[in-house]
């Protein structure tokens, strides 16, 4: 059984710019979590799916941040603009159900 | 709200001395638990998880952790430590109704001396 897939798993960008992370989950699995953690802080909740829809979003930091997943499969976050606080490893979990997720190795994203 | 205090944000033992990850929590409903590593160069692993029961649990590559709800605390232990447990350890806490979302500890690097 494949993992959670993220990538790209190394991003530099310009501060302004726009970057785009992608995410994987295990095929099957309903639930979708996205996690950031910024240097050397706790690792913080951002969002989470069930299917396509958005369970809670209520960890987003602002609306510089767009979370979608098309038709329940694969997420994308997008930040647009990039500031320099949102550098950090960005980690995508998946789980059905069940108690704990399966976490992808991160995206490390750095604003320059 | 819940929330999770790791002492110790680095714990250096020597090879086959004793592993002691300290791991306080707080919340308001009946928790589920959770320790996670993370090696140099990859995602989190699932180490353990407490749910319901025995409240002694144990995980892979020889961790085990108790539950003590008096104490809330959810400490991690490893009778021998080994060099290739040197990682960085996070404890994490959701509950069980309602939002399912993890709140971690701030996480603990272990250092492993020959």
């Known amino acids: 059984e494949a993992g959670v897939t993220q990538f790209p798993s190394h991003s530099v960008i310009e501060k302004g710019q726009t970057v785009t992370l992608r995410c994987d989950p295990i095929s099957g699995h309903d639930n979708l979590y996205w996690y950031r953690r910024v240097m050397g802080k706790e690792i913080k909740f951002l969002l989470h799916f069930v299917k396509e829809s958005k369970q809670d979003e209520s960890g987003m930091p602002n609306n510089r941040f767009l979370a979608e997943r098309t038709g329940g499969t694969y997420s994308t976050l997008k930040v647009q603009p990039a500031e320099l606080e949102d550098s950090g490893v960005y980690f995508c979990a998946s789980s059905q159900g069940g108690v704990g997720y399966t976490f992808g190795s991160g995206t490390r994203l750095t604003v320059v | 709200a819940q929330s999770v205090t790791q002492l110790g944000s680095h714990v250096s033992v020597s090879e086959g001395a004793l592993v002691l990850l300290r791991c306080n929590y707080s919340?308001?409903?009946?928790?589920?638990l959770f320790w996670y590593v993370q090696y140099p160069n990859q995602g989190l692993q699932l180490l353990l998880k407490y749910t319901t029961g025995a409240t002694l649990v144990k995980g892979i590559n020889g961790f085990e952790a108790e539950f003590k709800k008096s104490e809330t605390s959810f400490h991690l232990t490893k009778p021998s430590a080994h060099m290739s447990d040197a990682a960085e350890y996070f404890c994490?806490?959701?509950?069980?109704?309602?939002?399912?979302?993890?709140?971690f500890g701030s996480g603990t690097r272990l250092q492993v001396q020959p």
């Open positions: 919340s308001s409903v009946p928790p589920y």
């Open positions: 994490a806490v959701s509950s069980y109704t309602g939002r399912r979302a993890l709140t």
